[in-house]
């Protein structure tokens, strides 16, 4: 029963990776393991970085994703990114091959909880992408911390190229 939720199925076993920023240096690519065990018959989530941090540990995918998000901007001592968790994106428990392969898994209609998706095949698809947002995407987190650097230390530091001014003061990008 602790294995799922409406949004997602955890599987014991489950190990993903993706990159973004390290730990110790939030501006350099690390790569990071998240993985999903049983211990005494519940869920334990994990993110491990390749940067030799001690790995983050939680009871869910999300308290995961929230400490990770707050030790980023620890280590730039800015809040640079939101903390609000997507951690089952983080872990790839949202895109939509591996949805199908676990609705697909022997014992997954045990999950009386879960709420089933719908697959449709469909030809010259287009490929999957990560929204916009800096808690998952490398290449958005370093938008962010630009975008943070320049607000703090606008006339020492150039101003990012997607930076924006709009008439009424309001800066985007």
């Not at 707050?70 to 994106?89: C, K, Y």
């Not at 698809?125 to 938008?143: I, M």
């Not at 006339?155 to 003061?169: A, H, I, T």
Request: with cysteine; hydrophobic share 30%; glycine share 4%.
């Amino acid at each position: 029963m602790e294995f799922h939720s409406e949004d997602a199925i955890y599987p014991v076993g489950y190990v993903s990776t993706r990159y973004y920023g390290s730990l110790k240096d939030p501006t350099q690519k690390c790569m990071y393991t998240c993985k999903i065990s049983d211990v005494n018959d519940l869920p334990r989530f994990e993110i491990a970085s390749d940067d030799n941090c001690p790995p983050i540990v939680g009871d869910t995918p999300d308290v995961c994703h929230s400490l990770l998000l707050q030790r980023i901007n620890d280590a730039l001592s800015l809040n640079v990114v939101s903390t609000r968790p997507r951690g089952n994106e983080f872990f790839g428990l949202t895109h939509p091959t591996v949805l199908h392969l676990l609705q697909s898994s022997p014992g997954t209609r045990k999950c009386i909880y879960y709420k089933w998706c719908k697959f449709e095949v469909v030809k010259n698809a287009d490929a999957y992408t990560e929204d916009n947002d800096a808690g998952l995407s490398y290449e958005y987190l370093q938008r962010s911390i630009n975008f943070c650097k320049y607000k703090m230390a606008p006339d020492v530091l150039q101003k990012p190229d997607d930076y924006v001014d709009s008439k009424d003061g309001i800066h985007f990008f």
